[in-house]
């Protein structure tokens, strides 16, 4: 599962390369959407969809660190313990590697 910031795809590139290939996409504005509904959507799929694994792709900009933040409560509230991978994305366009 890929969860992704509305704004990473018009800043990354190589965001359908990188990205999509073989993923199921939520998409989701931290800043701009209201939190607990997807925290909801996002436990409910954890729960049932069971994916292997989730990927947070987010923005440096600080409202982005909402969006890994909603992943972990959903986790959480599903009680699910699926590895969530964060991959962080500069204005720039660039991929910052830890």
């Known amino acids: ?4 910031a509305d704004c ?3 800043a990354y590139p190589d ?3 990188r990205f999509l290939d073989g993923r199921t996409v939520a998409v989701a504005c931290p800043k ?3 939190g607990q509904e997807n925290v909801e959507r996002l436990a409910a799929i954890f729960a049932h969809a069971q994916p292997r694994r989730v990927v947070v792709a987010r ?3 600080p409202c982005c660190g909402g969006l890994v ?5 959903a986790k959480q509230m599903s009680g ?6 964060v991959e962080v994305i500069a204005p720039s366009g660039e991929r910052l590697v830890d």
């Open 1 to 4: 599962l890929l969860v992704c």
């Open 8 to 10: 990473v795809p018009f």
């Open 15 to 17: 965001f359908h390369r």
């Open 32 to 34: 701009l959407d209201p």
């Open 59 to 61: 923005m440096t900009v």
């Open 69 to 73: 933040q909603m992943c972990e409560m």
């Open 80 to 85: 699910s313990d699926v590895p969530i991978e």
